[in-house]
């Protein structure tokens, strides 16, 4: 099946410093990327949705300028979680599809951040 | 905006019981999608319906378009079943529902 690598898996920053995550699917071209975040014991929550070559489409309420996606490939898009603060402290997760609308989401294994 | 309601929230059974969880939306959709997520976080996209019925092993999907409901069936549970199982519409964006924890005691 396909595969969606998302690295790191866990990360510890400091307040006030950015932190980038990878989202990479390894054998199929994902024209469209989404990213989540999940608090604890709490569903998923899409932040954006990106397609390749363009600018992300934000959710309602998610700061553009904070959370920096750039999805410069078919294969790999970045979440850039900028001068980060503890309540940035999240599970985030990526999920590639290839193209169409009701193509399968493919999920990458998340990235739990802390931030001290 | 869809609305996703799931149910039970929470659900623990004895192995070998038929389980079923059920989700519920409230504007039309693409497609809707059943994930299961482990302990660790790892998600696995188990289905995805516009229409129907679909059957992997012991795991059974089915849509009903018109009610604006599906159903995820689990046959002959497994403690390995033990997760919490999560309905996705598709519609304008990607709208999940709360998720059902489900918990197969041996």
């Known amino acids: 099946g396909a595969v969606v690598s998302q690295h790191p898996s866990r990360v510890i920053c400091k307040s006030g410093t950015s932190v980038k995550i990878e989202c990479r699917s390894l054998?199929?071209?994902?024209?469209?990327m989404f990213w989540y975040r999940q608090f604890p014991k709490q569903s998923l929550m899409l932040m954006a949705t990106?397609?390749?070559?363009?600018?992300?489409?934000?959710e309602q309420g998610v700061e553009k300028d904070k959370f920096l996606i750039n999805h410069a490939s078919l294969t790999l898009s970045t979440l850039t979680v900028t001068s980060a603060h503890p309540e940035d402290s999240s599970f985030y997760i990526c999920?590639?599809?290839?193209?169409?609308?009701?193509?399968?989401?493919?999920f990458g294994n998340g990235t739990r951040l802390t931030v001290t | 905006k869809n609305e996703v309601e799931q149910s039970p929230q929470n659900l623990t059974a004895q192995e070998g019981e038929f389980i079923t969880i059920n989700c519920s939306y409230s504007?039309?959709?693409?497609?809707l999608h059943w994930l299961q997520q482990h302990p660790g976080g790892g998600i696995v996209s188990l289905f995805m319906?516009?229409?129907g019925k679909k059957k992997h092993g012991r795991l059974i999907a089915t849509i009903n378009i018109q009610e604006k409901h599906s159903s995820l069936h689990i046959t002959a549970s497994h403690p390995r079943d033990s997760a919490v199982y999560i309905c996705?519409?598709?519609?304008?964006?990607?709208?999940f529902g709360k998720g059902t924890h489900l918990i197969i005691q041996p």
């Open positions: 990106s397609n390749e070559g363009s600018k992300a489409t934000y």
């Open positions: 996705a519409v598709r519609a304008d964006g990607l709208t």
């Open positions: 054998d199929f071209q994902a024209t469209t």
């Open positions: 319906l516009s229409s």
């Open positions: 504007v039309g959709i693409s497609a």
């Open positions: 999920s590639a599809s290839r193209v169409g609308v009701n193509s399968p989401l493919h």
